[in-house]
């Protein structure tokens, strides 16, 4: 019976490291999200709704607490800016659910909020509801022929590989907090940098999605990227990417 159990633990041990992509999972997360969700600190379930709007997360569960909390709670104590500010956030990350059936409650809640402000997030979140929607079917696509990626990577890299800049963005600020140092993560950010940088210099959103990637590539520690930091200073003509592809590449030559 010990030798069994030793047996299934080794084998569990290494699937892990095979098969990264089937060893990870959604679970944990959305364990720690649904309990931040319910905390009764309001600065953890203010965070917990900032992460879900840039998850990509389908539970439905999930959405249901949200939606629940926010039809019971969105007129108590609106003179408070903090309550508002939290109110506002949940009703975004109820909109990232992509599901229309939830129009509903942001109509009450812009319809019959005494906060003004709160009015204006949640029409402004209802109109988001479909950019969700597509957004968290270029998140959840499944794995393209990746070598190395675990899901959570293959998410990313879905992200970074979007035609949508703001997701782009997202999913280079998500690989840079996270410290991860897949290099094939880090080809992929590499090979979309330098097909994008070039194009729309005179958009500020575009510009600022290709200087996260600058940093995503100063973040991965590999001096291998050092070509494409320098090319991109050398020939950009924007002012402010030149600035984060310099800054990237002295990150790298030092070794950061």
């Not at 992200?159 to 996270?178: F, P």
Request: aromatic share 6%.
């Amino acid at each position: 019976m010990r030798k069994t159990v030793i047996y299934l633990l080794v084998l569990g041990i290494v699937l892990a490291v095979v098969c990264p992509a089937s060893a990870a999972d959604r679970s944990l997360e959305l364990e720690r999200l649904h309990q931040q969700i319910r905390s009764r600190s309001m600065s953890v379930r203010v965070l917990a709704a900032k992460n879900i709007t840039t998850s990509g997360i389908q539970d439905p569960q999930l959405f249901a607490t949200i939606n629940q909390q926010l039809r019971q709670r969105f007129n108590r104590r609106q003179t408070e800016k903090h309550y508002v500010d939290e109110m506002a956030w949940l009703c975004k990350a109820l909109a990232s659910s992509g599901n229309s059936d939830y129009a509903v409650t942001l109509k009450t809640i812009a319809r019959l909020s005494e906060s003004y402000k709160l009015r204006k997030y949640a029409r402004q979140s209802l109109e988001l509801i479909p950019d969700y929607a597509q957004q968290n079917q270029i998140i959840n696509r499944s794995a393209r022929g990746y070598l190395s990626l675990n899901t959570q990577e293959v998410r990313w890299a879905n992200m970074i590989q979007s035609d949508n800049v703001k997701l782009k963005r997202d999913g280079a600020k998500k690989i840079i907090r996270a410290g991860t140092l897949n290099e094939e993560l880090f080809d992929i950010i590499n090979a979309e940098l330098m097909a994008n940088y070039i194009i729309n210099t005179a958009d500020d959103e575009h510009i600022d999605t290709m200087a996260w990637l600058c940093k995503a590539l100063a973040a991965s520690g590999l001096t291998k990227y050092r070509t494409s930091l320098s090319e991109i200073y050398q020939t950009t003509d924007n002012t402010k990417l030149k600035e984060h592809a310099e800054k990237a590449l002295n990150a790298l030559s030092a070794g950061y």
